[in-house]
Structure formats: structure tokens, C-alpha cells
């Protein structure tokens, strides 16, 4: 009964616990008081923190002192959450290191439960809980993750994570976890990734599979979680990367068709095709410029501009070119250009291979008006014969000297048989 009456006199007294070894009365504990420099503690990481132990004039020693922190929702104790110190005699003071660690969740503002426990006495002991409050906030981390800020959606891809360790210290046991919106993405890699050791400075890549949703947002969160060590002390990171997302596009030309199928030389011909975006994102301001080969030019426009395009639809392309007169006959492969803009206005293009086959024309068109004998071209394309008439006189003579000599022949040959009969 006497114990009891002790206890409850030790805890009106103030005191949360007094270990009674000796007679009673128990003397009264020493009135100690804690204190820290330490105003803020950072969120993530292992904070040690100072605390003063200052043993008042004319107070019992404090001999085995013995500081600890009381495990809650965000405060996690560090080993088995103490540490030893020498005595404190009275009218000194002890600095105590203590390592506190606080979740990457915690408030901007905690209460953090330090348990004292002590010796006093020789036959006595004392054990008590202070309550001492910090201002929390996130601090400048020691590994730095980067990642590209844009993605495609619709599509597997492979997005790579770029750790770099910044500090002076080596971090080890490193293991790395992203999360995405679930509405927008899908992991396919397993969680989490073990990374391992970090010298001072060594950069690590970490490849992560993920698929972005078709109808994926256009700026999301990538929450990136690392625990690991730094030297000795456990640490938590938690960044978040903002992410772009981009639509895949991809125009695709069919029904290519020519009209006439085979053009000819110096002739006019046009190129139709059907314009589709079979991706995931439609496309703006989208532009066929064709890029013709030595011997083709564009007639009339250097570009066809189309307009917006959505997904899935179709929207006919007829570009006009022109054959020169010396085109011989080939078929060649003509380039189209097709530009764009995506999603997030960049400008984008991709170029298509358009077959065109070219028929030079053999046909002579001869003029009965002329005989020089030059050959030129007319402006079909088609070569023309054409002789002036100084070239037509030269045979006129020669007929006429044939049919003189004729003449002359069978005068002479009448006038010998005439002489014969006489």
C-alpha cells in the first residue's frame, strides 16, 4: 500500500515514472530540462538531432542516462531508438545525438516523443517522456532521378530513369519504385527495382517498361519512391516528375493512283492518294508537298495544304506536277513530304515514295513545207521532221538533167541509124 501511495505522490510530482529500489521516502528525481538547436527536420531521411540535457544547481546526478524516441505514425526510431550517454552532473549539461526519422508523409509541423531514462541516487531511477515539437519540410536529396518530361501514348515504351548520386556520401541498398495514374498507364515492370551501391558521383541508368493509354491525359505525375542508405542511415526519397504525353501519329497514304496512268514527255499529270491517321492522336496544319526528281517540276502549287486530321479519318490528296520535254523513259521514285503538327505543336514529318512512270513519245511529225532535214522538238513533246525548200530543189535538178541526157541519148542514136540506111 505504501508502494502505491510513492507512485502516485512520484506522478503528481510531475514525473511519468520512478523506479523505486531503495527506502522511502524517495528523494525527489533532478529537475532536468532538454533543449535543441534543431528547429526543422527534414522528410525522407535520418535527422540527428542534438538534445541538450541540462542537470540544474543542487540537483542529484544523473548517472546512465539513456535518450530514446517513441515510435508513431510518422516518426520511425532508428536501431532500438537510443542512445547512452555519460552522467550529468548537477549544474552541467550533456549533448545528446539522437536520430529521429520522419516519414516522407509527415506534416509541416510534429511532435516528437523522447523518452529519458536515468539513474540517480545509486539506489534510484527515473523514467520520463518530453515532448518536443519540430517544423518539418523537404530537404535537398542526395540522389538526384531524371527522366525524359515527354511520352507517347498508345504504345509500349521503355522510359528510362537517370539516378545520380550528388552527395559525399556512398548510398547503398538502393531500391527504386514509380507509380502513374492508373486511369492513364500501366507498369509492366516489376516493383521495385533494386539498384544497388552509388559512389560519390556515379550516375546509374534504370529502365522501366510502362504502356501510356490511348486516351492518355496530357500531363501526369510520375511518382518515383527510393530507400536506401546514406553511409550508415537509412533514407526515403519521394519525387515527383511531371510528365508530357503526345499522341502517336501516323499518316498513312493508300490508293496511290496517276492520272493518265503514263504520263508522257512535256505532259501535265496529277498524283491521288487517300491520306489516313491510323495512330492515336490526330494531327494540325498538315501539309503534302512533293519533292519531284530532275526532270518532274510542280505545276501550279509546291504544296497542298490538308488541314486538321483526326484519328481514323480519311481525307483525299491530288497533287498537280509536269513532265519536261527532254524527260526520257523511267520510272521514278518521287518523295512526298507529309508534315505536321502534334500534339503539343511541335512540328513533325514523314516522307512517302511515290512511283511514277514516264513514257518519252517517238512519234515524228513530218512537215510536207520544209526539207532541211533538222529535227526538233514540238511542244507535245513529240519530235518534228522539217525541210526547207532549198533542200527540195536540189532533186528537181537532178530529175531535170536525167530527162535532158535522155533526150539528148535518142537524138543521137536516131541520127546514127539515119546515116546506116543511106
Do not use: W
Not at 501539309?287 to 484519328?311: C, E, K, Q
Amino acid at each position: 500500500m505504501l508502494g502505491m501511495l510513492l507512485l502516485f505522490a512520484a506522478l503528481a510530482s510531475g514525473f511519468a515514472f520512478a523506479g523505486i529500489s531503495g527506502p522511502s521516502p524517495v528523494p525527489p528525481a533532478p529537475s532536468f530540462q532538454l533543449s535543441t538547436n534543431v528547429l526543422v527536420l527534414c522528410r525522407g531521411v535520418v535527422n540527428i538531432v542534438p538534445i541538450a540535457v541540462s542537470n540544474p544547481r543542487g540537483s542529484s546526478q544523473m548517472t546512465s542516462l539513456q535518450l530514446g524516441v517513441i515510435a508513431s505514425k510518422n516518426i520511425y526510431a532508428i536501431g532500438n531508438g537510443t542512445v547512452n550517454s555519460a552522467n550529468v552532473s548537477a549544474n552541467s549539461t550533456v549533448v545528446m545525438h539522437l536520430p529521429i526519422f520522419v516519414s516522407l508523409n509527415t506534416s509541416s509541423l510534429v511532435s516528437v516523443g523522447v523518452t529519458v531514462n536515468y539513474n540517480y541516487l545509486t539506489l534510484y531511477s527515473d523514467s520520463e517522456v518530453r515532448n518536443m515539437s519540430f517544423g518539418v519540410q523537404s530537404c535537398p536529396s542526395s540522389l538526384s532521378v531524371q527522366t525524359s518530361p515527354v511520352v507517347t501514348s498508345g504504345r509500349i515504351e521503355n522510359l528510362v530513369l537517370n539516378l545520380t548520386n550528388v552527395g559525399s556520401a556512398t548510398l547503398g541498398t538502393v531500391s527504386l519504385k514509380i507509380s502513374l495514374p492508373s486511369q492513364d498507364s500501366a507498369i509492366l515492370t516489376s516493383q521495385p527495382v533494386q539498384v544497388g551501391t552509388l559512389v560519390p558521383g556515379e550516375k546509374r541508368q534504370v529502365n522501366e517498361t510502362v504502356f501510356f493509354y490511348r486516351n492518355a491525359s496530357q500531363s501526369f505525375p510520375l511518382n518515383v519512391s527510393v530507400d536506401m542508405y546514406n553511409g550508415t542511415s537509412p533514407v526515403q526519397i519521394l519525387d515527383t516528375i511531371p510528365l508530357l504525353s503526345r499522341g502517336m501519329i501516323n499518316l498513312t497514304p493508300s490508293s496511290i493512283t496517276l492520272s493518265p496512268t503514263t504520263p508522257t514527255s512535256g505532259s501535265i499529270f496529277s498524283v491521288s492518294f487517300i491520306l489516313t491517321d491510323v495512330g492515336t492522336a490526330g494531327a494540325s496544319a498538315v501539309t503534302v508537298t512533293p519533292l519531284p526528281p530532275n526532270g518532274i517540276t510542280t505545276y501550279s502549287s509546291n504544296s497542298v495544304f490538308v488541314g486538321d486530321m483526326s484519328v481514323d479519318t480519311q481525307t483525299p490528296v491530288t497533287v498537280t506536277l509536269r513532265a519536261s520535254a527532254s524527260t526520257t523513259s523511267h520510272t521514278y521514285k518521287m518523295p512526298v513530304m507529309i508534315s505536321y503538327l502534334d500534339s503539343l505543336r511541335n512540328n513533325q514529318s514523314t516522307t512517302i515514295d511515290v512511283p511514277v512512270t514516264i513514257s518519252g513519245s517517238t512519234a515524228l511529225n513530218i512537215s510536207r513545207t520544209g526539207s532541211s532535214g533538222a529535227a526538233v522538238a514540238g511542244s507535245s513533246g513529240a519530235v518534228v521532221y522539217r525541210r526547207s525548200s532549198a533542200g527540195l530543189l536540189l532533186p528537181a535538178v537532178l530529175v531535170m538533167v536525167i530527162i535532158a541526157l535522155a533526150f539528148l541519148y535518142i537524138r543521137e542514136r536516131r541520127r546514127f541509124r539515119k546515116q546506116q540506111h543511106k
